[in-house]
């Protein structure tokens, strides 16, 4: 090499080093997302980290932990800051955000990203406000009924199949000393809902809460007061927890940890819960668990169906369409399976293979295709978290307590119940209710 070609690369070199990084190669947006600090939010963050940052060649995600992810994600929206990439949990809580101009509209990325192909029609729906996409469904949910396998077998006690034997076998549990039903929420009160969803939707009928939610019957129908009268009596039948105290304030690792040992036989929870941490060695007993449906009036199999998250951007986010690829990489199968099999977060509502389920335990997979098989064949229900308005799903967790305290009679919860959703009915805040 010539001395002149020699000085001339060296200079080159120079030079190309005294450039910054950008002008050599793109940089990278960030886009921020908050989740919940808890053992799930630390899995999802690696697994989104891992995935999508080596993948996208434009962004790359910064997960941020929060203790209390909900209340922060409130507070700074209203401050006009917060993650570009907004949480919720479900519908009918990222309505709110929608309403009050804090959600960057989504139809233009929906075209763009082919989130029509992506999702089930029925899912998308949900977070659209007047035709415009707000939000993405995420965490396809259910409730189930979880039992100690091991006590079943050795009382010789049988899977109920009709509300009828659900009552029968809670009276026998209760006979042998033991608590029919391991449940409390004095960690979380809005779990209260659901034994609300359930008795109106297998007790009461699905057919009259879609009829309820789309207008057509007024909820202080007789069906649906007879519905929560039953509850209630169940309730004060000391079938839940024991009391109406230790209902209102135990924590779900206490109850859960009851129906390990045996001192409760089952306990009415979701599709996402993990009972492998109250049974076995490491739990200090010998005892296994599985599930059944929750038993309906007439015996027919039926499933809630919920979306239990839900995603939109921050209209005060500088990088919008770099959150809307996040948003699509996630959502895709090769995410979701990652996602499903590694940290056991539920899949969202789009088109999925089998495999995705090849690593799950065969008892979770065994929700989602007993679910998926009664969906199809039109049996199923409607969580109140996902398709009632906001308003009135807090009067429903809220008042149904009263209703167990003897404050409020079952007739005069249904009749608050139908006032609260007349007003948003009218206000066009009930989600989008998919047909039968």
């Known amino acids: ?58 962004a790359q995600i910064k997960v941020v932990l929060q203790p209390n992810v909900d209340d922060a994600v409130r507070t700074a929206l209203a401050a006009g800051s917060g993650p570009d990439i907004v949480p919720a949990g479900g519908p009918a809580f990222i309505q709110e955000y929608a309403k009050a101009d804090l959600l960057h509209p989504l139809n233009d990325y929906a075209a763009q990203f082919g989130w029509d192909e992506l999702f089930v029609p029925w899912a998308l729906e949900l977070g659209k406000i007047d035709d415009t996409l707000y939000s993405l469904p995420d965490s396809l949910e259910t409730m189930v009924i979880w039992y100690n396998k091991t006590l079943f077998e ?162 005060n986010s500088r990088h919008p369409e770099a959150a809307a690829e996040f948003l699509t990489w996630m959502f895709s199968p090769a995410a979701q399976n990652e996602r499903f099999n590694r940290c056991g977060y539920a899949l969202a509502p789009v088109h999925i293979s089998a495999e995705a389920l090849t690593q799950a335990d065969p008892r979770t997979a065994r929700i989602y295709t007993s679910y998926a098989e009664a969906a199809s064949a039109g049996r199923y229900g409607y969580t109140t978290y996902t ?38 009915l009218a206000e066009g805040a009930v989600p989008p209710i998919p047909p039968r």
């Open 1 to 58: 090499m010539s001395r002149i070609r020699f000085v001339f690369s060296l200079l080159l070199v120079v030079a190309l080093l005294s450039i910054p990084t950008a002008a050599l190669a793109q940089d990278k947006v960030e886009v921020e997302m908050w989740l919940l600090d808890d053992e799930l939010g630390q899995c999802v963050l690696e697994v989104v980290t891992e995935g999508f940052n080596s993948t996208s060649q434009t």
């Open 154 to 315: 050795e009382q010789g006690w049988q899977v109920p199949k009709t509300m009828d034997e659900l009552f029968t076998l809670a009276q026998t549990i209760d006979d042998a000393g033991i608590i029919p039903f391991g449940n409390a929420f004095g960690d979380f009160p809005p779990a209260h809902e659901w034994f609300v969803m359930v008795f109106l939707n297998n007790y009461a009928g699905a057919d009259k809460v879609y009829e309820a939610l789309t207008g057509q019957r007024a909820w202080t129908d007789p069906a649906f007061v007879e519905a929560i009268t039953k509850l209630n009596e169940m309730v004060q039948n000391g079938w839940v927890d024991g009391s109406t105290d230790l209902f209102f304030t135990d924590s779900f690792d206490t109850v859960g940890a009851m129906v390990g040992a045996g001192e409760a036989a089952m306990t009415l929870d979701g599709s996402w819960a993990d009972m492998s941490t109250y049974f076995g060695p490491e739990a200090g007993n010998e005892n296994d668990f599985d599930w059944f449906a929750i038993p309906t009036s007439s015996g027919e199999e039926s499933y809630v169906t919920g979306i239990g998250a839900s995603w939109g951007i921050n209209a």
């Open 387 to 424: 398709f009632w308005p906001p308003d009135t799903e807090v009067y429903l967790y809220e008042e149904i307590q009263r209703v167990y305290l003897g404050e409020l009679t079952p007739e005069e919860y249904m009749q608050g119940m139908q006032e609260h959703f007349a007003k948003e």
